[in-house]
């Protein structure tokens, strides 16, 4: 599955930004999708996690409470709502498919990933 990240942008503290995921391909239903997050000389890291039917989510503890992950098997979207964004939200954000049945915190169990896209949060 081919996936393209947008959404990103620049924003102060204590805003809000959505980041959205388009797929193509194959089924978008057939893959958990992941959002992930690396920022300048620091390893790639969890973020959220989206079960195929989207029945299920999980947070990072950094972002519980503020962002909020979403899909549209209709549309073969996947969306991240971030509120109340923190100068150490900072980061590329990458949208990863995952076609396993687990939930994982792992980037290398992703076999699809977006290209990325830049959030900026200045204090």
């Known amino acids: 599955v081919q996936l393209q990240a947008s959404g990103g942008g620049s924003v102060q503290a204590g805003g809000s930004l959505t980041l959205s995921c388009a797929a193509s391909?194959?089924?978008?239903?057939?893959?958990?999708m992941g959002w992930f997050r690396q920022a300048p000389g620091k390893e790639r890291e969890f973020v959220s996690y989206i079960t195929r039917a989207g029945d299920v989510t999980y947070y990072a503890d950094s972002v519980k409470g503020r962002f909020t992950i979403s899909r549209d098997n209709a549309k073969n979207t996947v969306n991240l709502q971030m509120n109340s964004l923190k100068p150490e939200d900072t980061a590329i954000y990458y949208c990863?498919?995952?076609?396993?049945?687990?939930?994982?915190?792992?980037?290398?169990?992703?076999?699809?990933w977006g290209q990325g896209t830049q959030v900026t949060v200045s204090s």
């Open positions: 391909g194959r089924t978008f239903s057939n893959y958990a």
């Open positions: 990863a498919a995952d076609a396993s049945f687990y939930l994982s915190y792992n980037p290398r169990t992703y076999e699809s």
